[in-house]
């Protein structure tokens, strides 16, 4: 009976949510209008490949595609771990995951610039609709056959799957916006895909869903992000794919012909353009901190003695955080601008860390509440890195490929720096939040370099 409800409930929100919520329907083809130079702080913004629209219901598919596809992806996010421990044993199960991860990491740094080159040559959508099918195929096998190996192809599936909506949509973004409207856009992109992860994750645990119907929910539930992505117009011009896609055609026949060690070096490609070397360091140090996760959650347990129910209260707080502070940023970035956005996103983020290094569990709870704000420092800074991309020239795509390649450089760096923090502070200093002052030292940082550079 509970199984029937929730279908009937996944139903009716795939039907209402995009065509009542956000307004989705068919649209016209998006009509290009002439560009010009436009300033926000010093930073110029000059396009030549979007399809500039200030209406919101053009993107009305694509922000339901990435709720959905976070909320299908999320639902089952937790459910390999324990079934994998169940068939395998704790220590390889472990070492399958790890292997997942690191997997998924090499495919998006070495698959992003790719990717990048083929959204140039032949359009945005239809990369947009094929990112899904991964994880549909991986959760329809999941559903009918829940072993081992479908659930690890599953979860590396949804890795790849939610890297390349997310790498998809900020390209979208940037073809239809400019300056603080783009901040804008992604905080609203930023607070779909929090409320999607918290929607997901909250309703899996509330239902006791065997594993093969938790997999059919998923499934039927990323199918419905396909069909959002089918409704999505093209957002680059034509002319402009044209003289891309030459270009992007040839960069793609070199791509395939690198090899993988080549590919992991063109990942730090993009940190050679001078003009964007600041505003990539921005987004590293913003991004960085998000890779603490598994550490933090031994770090709980450990120093703290969080139990598993304290943990995911927390975890279900700071969602919601995060939720205000992209909404909140979203809205502030039109009244105050990137410069003083960004400033105050990276203030607002140290004041987390702060809380755990004085005062524990309890100075983290109350740090995330007072610093919500931390959770928007990436809108401004995208925002920053994509009208100087543009102002250099650089194909969408492949800025989109490149940005991507050299962040999931993180996904590998991260985990092993704070685990290296960690430990070893613990070891041989006798300091165990030695990772909090480190991401006290990065919102520092962050905050300066945004004062000196984006004024």
């Keep these: 009976m509970t199984m029937r409800r929730f279908l009937m409930f996944t139903s009716l929100l795939l039907f209402f949510f995009p065509h009542h919520v956000i307004g989705m329907k068919r649209l016209r083809p998006l009509k290009p209008v002439p560009t010009a130079d436009a300033k926000v702080g010093n930073l110029k913004k000059v396009t030549d490949t979007a399809t500039i629209t200030n209406d919101e219901t053009s993107l009305a598919p694509l922000r339901a595609t990435l709720f959905l596809m976070v909320w299908g992806s999320s639902f089952v996010a937790f459910r390999p771990a324990p079934a994998l421990i169940e068939r395998l044993g704790t220590a390889d199960a472990t070492k399958l995951l790890s292997a997942i991860s690191a997997t998924a990491a090499l495919i998006e740094i070495t698959g992003s610039p790719l990717i990048g080159s083929i959204m140039d040559s032949t359009g945005r959508k239809p990369v947009l609709v094929c990112a899904a099918l991964p994880l549909l195929g991986a959760n329809i096998l999941a559903s009918f056959a829940p072993s081992a190996i479908s659930l690890g192809l599953s979860k590396l599936s949804g890795m ?231 102002r250099s020239g650089i194909p969408q795509g492949q800025l989109a490929g490149e940005r991507s390649s050299m962040l999931a450089l993180l996904k590998i760096f991260g985990p092993i720096m704070y685990s290296t923090l960690y430990v070893q502070g613990r070891d041989r200093l006798g300091i165990t939040s030695l990772p909090f002052i480190f991401n006290i030292c990065l919102g520092s940082f962050g905050f300066l370099l945004s004062l000196l550079y984006l004024r």
């Excluded at 065997?210 to 539930?221: C, D, E, I, P, Q």
């Excluded at 940190?271 to 901190?289: D, G």
């Design 160 to 390: 790849i799957s939610v890297a390349l909506i997310v790498l998809t949509s900020q390209t979208i973004l940037s073809d239809t916006r400019t300056g603080a409207s783009l901040s804008a856009a992604f905080g609203m992109n930023a607070f779909l895909t929090s409320l999607g992860f918290l929607l997901g994750a909250l309703s899996a645990s509330q239902l006791s869903l065997s594993l093969r119907h938790a997999y059919a929910v998923s499934s039927f539930t990323i199918a419905g992000a396909i069909v959002a992505a089918s409704f999505m117009k093209e957002t680059l011009l034509r002319s402009t794919t044209k003289r891309e896609g030459d270009l992007s055609a040839s960069s793609s026949r070199e791509k395939q012909q690198q090899s993988v060690l080549s590919r992991l070096l063109s990942a730090t490609r993009i940190l050679r353009r001078k003009n964007l070397r600041i505003f990539v360091t921005l987004l590293m140090i913003s991004t960085l901190p998000q890779h603490m996760g598994d550490v933090f959650q031994i770090y709980s347990k450990s120093e703290w003695n969080i139990d598993a129910k304290e943990y995911a209260s927390f975890i279900s707080m700071f969602g919601v955080v995060g939720i205000t502070g992209n909404l909140v940023g979203s809205a502030l970035v039109k009244r105050i601008g990137i410069p003083r956005l960004t400033m105050l996103a990276f203030l607002s983020s140290i004041a987390t860390p702060l809380g755990a290094t004085l005062f524990q569990f309890k100075g983290t709870m109350i740090g995330a509440v007072v610093g919500f704000l931390g959770s928007a420092q990436g809108l401004g800074v995208n925002a920053a890195f994509i009208s100087e991309g543009q």
